[in-house]
């Protein structure tokens, strides 16, 4: 089994960056890849952007193409998410989740799921 724990949430103001971390412990080895999605209060969890563990394919949703950018660290079994340009609209507990499959833009095919971090952007 594979343990996820993110950091890096904060509040900041348009137009700022934050960078969120993601570190797993356990059976990295079985991990195919990583993914950050964000849930926003009354909404549905909703996919950023997902990277393979080992290769180097990766994608982000349209929403934060080019603002947001997936990497990893396999060497310190870390995934980061790097925000820049940030919105009010991108205010929402974010989370990092592992993939035993592959990657993916759908939820329900994540297998592990850290806690959440808050990401608060003000106008």
Same mark, same amino acid.
């Given at each position: 089994?594979?343990q $996820? +724990? @993110?950091?890096?949430g904060g509040s900041?103001?348009?137009?700022g960056? $934050?960078t969120?971390?993601?570190?797993a412990?356990?059976?990295t080895?079985t +991990?195919a #890849? /990583?993914?950050?999605?964000?849930?926003?209060? *009354?909404? @549905?969890? @909703? !996919?950023?952007? =997902?990277i393979?563990?080992?290769g %180097?394919y990766?994608y982000s949703?349209d929403t934060?193409?080019g603002?947001f =950018?997936?990497s990893?660290?396999?060497a310190k079994? /870390?995934?980061?998410?790097?925000m820049?340009? $940030?919105?009010p609209?991108?205010?929402? +507990?974010?989370?990092? #989740?592992a993939?035993?499959? *592959?990657t993916s833009? !759908?939820?329900?095919?994540?297998?592990?799921?850290?806690?959440g %971090?808050q990401v %608060?952007?003000?106008?």
């Amino acid at each position: 089994q594979v343990q $996820l +724990v @993110e950091s890096g949430g904060g509040s900041v103001q348009t137009g700022g960056s $934050l960078t969120l971390s993601c570190a797993a412990s356990g059976r990295t080895d079985t +991990v195919a #890849a /990583m993914g950050w999605f964000r849930q926003a209060p *009354g909404k @549905e969890r @909703e !996919f950023v952007a =997902t990277i393979s563990w080992r290769g %180097t394919y990766e994608y982000s949703a349209d929403t934060v193409k080019g603002r947001f =950018t997936i990497s990893r660290d396999n060497a310190k079994n /870390m995934g980061h998410l790097q925000m820049n340009s $940030l919105k009010p609209e991108d205010t929402a +507990v974010y989370y990092c #989740a592992a993939n035993y499959k *592959g990657t993916s833009s !759908f939820p329900t095919t994540y297998d592990v799921w850290g806690q959440g %971090t808050q990401v %608060t952007v003000s106008s």
